[in-house]
């Protein structure tokens, strides 16, 4: 009913305005479902979801309406949702003193997790600046080999505690995107499904849904330079472009915001390992001290 009602609305939309671009907010616009449908009407040529489509987000619309009135000329173009808060390497390292965990600074943070996933290890991403909304865009995630098997139910039972059909959403290198996806089209925000083709089937079982749909992340180097980094390590040591993307929190509790949040969960949970900031927390290391 959604799907029908969102494309009943989007065709009454352009039989008002021959506009053939269509922008959706609001909090059902993160129905991925119902946004693939509507993108597939045949006069849609481009679709854009604001990331943070429910009340959290009518600070940007009021603040870019006020703007308008006013007269403002502004080139704002939305192509990430990096606005939160982010914290330093000394922030950070007083929490994991404080906490009196062992951890490790390492150069290459990005080199160090790509083969921790390629190894077939559960990591927390904790980097930058957090996202707005409700999707984990990865710097704020949990992420998995999206080819190993297993690894779906593995992230689900020990880490999400939640039921076994829940799916996780792939991050794909936006250049390799036509690769797994049929009529792929560049979107950073995961609030838009694919459907994936054989090879998309093979390397990302674990990251899509049961009828063979994604909820996929388009990474952009300059959108986000040091995840893009990762993946493209993980890609050089696996062949896939690509990595699980999942919330990084416990289920029924919030997306982790500062270190100390992102401790709890990674303790609470059965993640293996911590990268936050210039940091490597693993468990293997905890247990063996």
Known sequence: FTQKAGQSLAKWAYSQNSSR??????????????????????????????PASSDAGTAIGAAMEISNRLGEKTNFKMTHAYWGPEFSDREIE??????KVNYQKVDRIDLEVA????D????????GRMEIGPRALGNRSILGHPGLKGMKDKI???????????????SVLDDYGSVYFNDYSSHPFMILGFDTNKKGQHDL???????NTARV??????????????ISEFARITGIPAVINTSFNDAEQPL????????????GTGIDCLAIGSFLVKKSEIKNS
Not at 156 to 170: C, D, G, L
Not at 205 to 211: E, G, K, L, R, V
Not at 256 to 267: D, H, N, Q, R, Y
């Open 94 to 99: 007083a929490v994991l003193k404080g906490a």
């Open 256 to 267: 982790v915001c500062t270190p100390k949040e992102a401790l709890k969960t990674f303790f």
């Open 156 to 170: 689900n039972n020990q880490v999400k505690h939640r039921e076994s059909w829940r799916p996780f959403a792939p």
């Open 205 to 211: 079982s674990q990251a899509i849904h049961i009828d």
């Open 217 to 230: 992340q388009s990474v952009v180097k300059k959108d986000n330079p040091l995840y893009y980094s990762m």
């Open 21 to 50: 671009n269509l922008c959706l907010a609001g909090g059902v616009a993160l129905n991925c479902d119902m946004n693939s449908q509507i993108k597939k009407l045949p006069f849609v040529q481009k679709i854009f979801i604001q």
């Open 115 to 118: 083969k921790l996933l390629a």
């Open 120 to 127: 077939g290890q559960i990591v927390s991403w904790f980097q």
